[in-house]
């Protein structure tokens, strides 16, 4: 570890049983290596966070990363997740041949706002319910892509054998065409 070698130039080797597991790692020290050497030594060993930590984290950052982009095309704020499923419900009910108005509250809602009113109440509720669906229908290819991208870069991150690999795998997960 260029790490140890860093803090300990008189370390001659370094031993690890397991990558995650610190009481497995054995450094030997030359005749010539002096104590304050050595507890740096040991301090590396002790804060070194480990290749499951910063492929937790890295994995995390995608997370957010897709979070982020996800944000871009939906409203991210409490409750809108349960406002757009009731939404796409009662669009699905209208779509449906459903006319009774006290079953589509939020629909009514859109109307004159989302879908300029008319006359005709249920034309102006089959208008938002083409409206809500066609924007689920593309909400969806969206999503799709961005969750291809966050599994790809997780599964890269997770299958990394380096701390240099593992930073690779999440800069190789680009979201710029989406």
């Not at 130039?9 to 690890?16: E, K, T, W, Y």
């Not at 006290?102 to 006359?119: C, D, H, I, Q, R």
Request: aromatic fraction near 6%; charged fraction near 25%; glycine fraction near 6%.
């Amino acid at each position: 570890m260029t790490d140890i070698a860093a803090a300990c130039p008189n370390a001659v080797g370094v031993s690890i049983g397991s990558l995650d597991d610190r009481t497995t790692w054995r450094v030997d020290f030359s005749d010539a290596a002096t104590d304050a050497e050595r507890a740096a030594a040991a301090s590396v060993i002790l804060t070194y966070t480990g290749l499951s930590h910063q492929r937790r984290e890295y994995a995390e950052r995608i997370d957010r990363d897709a979070g982020n982009i996800r944000a871009r095309y939906i409203t991210d704020a409490p409750g809108m997740d349960l406002t757009y499923e009731r939404k796409r419900r009662e669009a699905e009910y209208i779509q449906d041949g459903g006319t009774d108005e006290s079953k589509v509250p939020l629909l009514l809602a859109s109307v004159g706002t989302e879908v300029p009113a008319t006359s005709n109440r249920l034309t102006d509720l089959q208008a938002v319910a083409t409206l809500v669906l066609t924007r689920e229908s593309q909400w969806a290819a969206i999503a799709a892509r961005i969750e291809q991208k966050r599994l790809a870069g997780k599964k890269a991150v997770s299958e990394a054998a380096t701390v240099d690999a593992i930073v690779a795998a999440y800069n190789a997960v680009t979201w710029a065409d989406l």
